[in-house]
């Protein structure tokens, strides 16, 4: 089974990337907000109290948001493989992710991660902000806090990966499609 974490600052491109490497190698996507969304929907126990920590306004337990991914795991045993967006972001969950992994008998094949220079991000994630509605996408200081932020928190997730042998790092600049050609390869190369 090949699974992959797509990794990158926000505006480096995972959400448009990862269609393409779902589509290449038949991967089932794994987005922790698709994942939230469609279990509150279907109100199953997870999504009733990933929504009640939700409506306080509170994040969701890691192990919620494990039970989810692991409840994915089990509706498609069959799948090829599965790619992981917006998860884990911290080592702990990179931690849970893989014991979750090892009990499917399967793990983690690679962390993609997209380097993408900041002026970049910031140019790219305010012309999102001109046609997504998204609020966060408009203001340069909201956006310069969110790259911040992922430096800090979420960026010493290369470092996890790094160590057992599974960073890729992918130059994220470039068209759309040469970013593509660079993930494909760095996969086809595992």
């Not at 849970?96 to 094949?109: E, F, G, P, R």
Request: without cysteine; hydrophobic residues 40%.
């Amino acid at each position: 089974m090949l699974n992959l974490v797509l990794f990158g600052p926000p505006g480096a491109g995972k959400g448009t990337q990862a269609e393409y490497l779902i589509k290449d190698f038949d991967l089932n996507h794994v987005s922790t907000g698709d994942l939230l969304r469609s279990e509150i929907a279907a109100e199953t126990e997870l999504g009733l109290k990933a929504k009640a920590f939700m409506d306080n306004g509170d994040l969701v337990p890691d192990e919620v948001v494990i039970g989810m991914i692991g409840s994915k795991l089990e509706a498609n045993k069959d799948a090829k493989g599965f790619i992981f967006d917006g998860f884990p972001r911290t080592v702990a969950q990179a931690q849970a992710l893989d014991q979750l992994l090892t009990d499917h008998s399967t793990s983690v094949a690679a962390m993609l991660s997209l380097e993408v220079e900041k002026e970049e991000l910031m140019k790219r994630l305010l012309n999102r902000g001109l046609t997504s509605g998204r609020s966060d996408d408009q203001d340069s200081s909201i956006i310069e806090n969110r790259i911040n932020n992922y430096n800090e928190k979420t960026a010493p997730l290369k470092d996890f990966y790094g160590a057992q042998s599974k960073l890729h790092s992918i130059e994220g600049q470039g068209s759309i499609e040469e970013i593509a050609k660079r993930l494909n390869d760095a996969v086809k190369s595992l």
